[in-house]
């Protein structure tokens, strides 16, 4: 079992950017699909971004073209770099760890972070 610490939300203005940390203990990223996800009040879980243990990636439509997931086994820690945010993109950020890169679903993933909050003023 993994544990996933998030941090670096925060509040931006819109078109700033973010840089999200992921840092894991208890057992390496390597054995991990590495995954974020987002969640506001009221709503289901929604898949934004993951990355396999070979550096396969794959977004939602919206975040292909403005964030980049990456990973450094070495630190044990996954990123998620966001630029051009928009408002719609607020949300508590997630990071979870599981067995699938393509086509994520929430149940896919085992573990999970407590989440980071990103907030994005219009």
């Known amino acids: 079992q993994v544990q996933l610490v998030e941090s670096g939300g925060g509040l931006v203005q819109a078109g700033g950017s973010l840089r999200l940390s992921c840092a894991a203990s208890?057992?390496?990223?390597?054995?991990?699909?590495m995954a974020w996800f987002r969640q506001n009040p009221g709503n289901e879980r929604e898949f934004v971004a993951t990355?396999?243990?070979?550096?396969?990636?794959y977004y939602i439509g919206s975040a292909k073209d403005r964030f980049t997931i990456s990973r450094d086994n070495a630190k044990n820690t996954v990123y998620l770099q966001m630029d051009s945010l928009k408002p719609e993109d607020t949300a508590l950020y997630l990071c979870a760890a599981g067995t699938k890169w393509y086509a994520p679903r929430p149940d896919d993933f085992s573990s999970w972070g407590q989440g980071t909050q990103v907030t994005v003023s219009s």
């Open positions: 990355i396999s243990q070979y550096e396969d990636k």
């Open positions: 208890g057992h390496t990223i390597n054995d991990y699909a």
